[in-house]
């Protein structure tokens, strides 16, 4: 009987994990600002500049956010990465002030969600 339960509570713990959500993000930016952040989306959009890239990066229900990387990162459009930074309120991309904004240190590619609208 209790073997049971405790199995239900570790997968209800696995299942919520410890990373922030793109809405979290999106709700209460300021909440969030120059601390470490990181959560799982896809690449909705690339737009490169001469030292960084601008990336939009997606939840499985579309909500977006901003992530600005030095370079080029090893994804495309439609992948799945896990990104880790900072959330700053402005940065400079190119010639453009952008709000909001996470400035990568890590960019890793993940594979999609199994259970993509979920929650």
Known sequence: MRVPRLLAIIGLLALVGCSETIPQLNERPAKFYE?????????????????E??????DANERR????AQGRPDAATGDWVKVRGVLVPE???GETSVYDVVAAEEILPVR???FRNLF
Request: glycine share 4%; aromatic share 10%; hydrophobic share 50%.
């Open 35 to 51: 601390k470490a952040v990181s959560f799982t989306g896809r690449v909705a959009r690339i737009q490169e500049f001469p030292s």
């Open 53 to 58: 890239t601008l990336l939009e990066v997606a």
């Open 65 to 68: 956010i901003l992530v600005r």
């Open 91 to 93: 940065a400079r991309v």
């Open 112 to 114: 999609p969600p199994f």
